[in-house]
């Protein structure tokens, strides 16, 4: 069965500083990969994914993230975090055995401190 | 072009009644989920439509989970008697069909909270 481990429950970052929130998964074939935020009193917003191709993907909000099938990774980065980016983040794997379902991480909480 | 709308925001109830959550997916999208988060653990898969039929339900906890889905458009799921343990926040999500994989755009949730 498909996994998702988010190891990083709480992350404190610096304004200004730079960002990685870790991602690790367990799928069997070539997976489909998300990251998605959740502010707080919003809904899921999908900042990137990976489907094929380019290992590295752009996603919104500066943000970018890494496939790395050696390591079994999808690392979310950003050079320079921004107060607004505290929010909850969650990776997910999708089944591409058919009907997509979503498998999630626990989430990891990012504070920015000022 | 409206997201993904779930009604209500908050939900309060006691041990035993029954609560009934709607979710009105992005125009046109034809697949429909439904997820849960418990409280500090992981959003979890519950159940997948396809138009108005069930694709996948092998999320759902138990029986006392009902999802509907008339006429492939809105949903509704109804715990019907709720437990202390159904609390949570209940995502919906939808994405259209296409070839390869789907995009699934989630609605804000509904906070259920079983005393």
């Known amino acids: 069965a498909q996994s998702v481990t988010q190891p990083d429950i709480h992350i404190t970052v610096s304004e200004g500083a730079s960002l990685e929130l870790r991602c690790n998964y367990s799928?069997?074939?070539?997976?489909?990969l998300f990251w998605y935020v959740q502010s707080p009193g919003q809904g899921l917003q999908l900042l990137l994914k990976y489907f094929s191709g380019d290992t590295l993907v752009q996603g919104i909000k500066g943000f970018e993230a890494e496939f790395k099938r050696s390591q079994s990774s999808f690392n979310l980065r950003k050079p320079s975090v921004h107060w607004s980016d505290a929010a909850e983040y969650f990776c997910?794997?999708?089944?591409?055995?058919?009907?997509?379902?979503?498998?999630f991480g626990t989430g990891t909480q990012l504070k920015v401190e000022l | 072009e409206a997201g993904v709308t779930q009604f209500p925001s908050h939900s309060v109830i006691e041990k035993g009644q029954t609560v009934t959550l709607r979710c009105d997916p992005i125009s046109g999208h034809d697949n429909l989920y439904w997820y849960r988060r418990v409280m500090g653990k992981e959003i979890k898969f519950l159940l997948h439509?396809?138009?108005?039929?069930?694709?996948?339900e092998s999320g759902m906890p138990n029986n006392r989970f009902l999802a509907e889905r008339t006429g492939g458009t809105y949903s509704t799921l109804k715990v019907q008697p709720a437990e202390l343990e159904d609390s949570g926040v209940y995502f919906c999500?939808?994405?259209?069909?296409?070839?390869?994989?789907?995009?699934?755009?989630f609605g804000p949730g509904t906070r259920l909270l079983v005393l």
């Open positions: 997910a794997v999708g089944d591409t055995g058919g009907g997509n379902k979503l498998t």
């Open positions: 799928y069997g074939a070539t997976p489909y």
């Open positions: 999500a939808s994405s259209p069909i296409l070839a390869g994989q789907e995009t699934q755009y």
């Open positions: 439509f396809v138009k108005e039929s069930k694709q996948d």
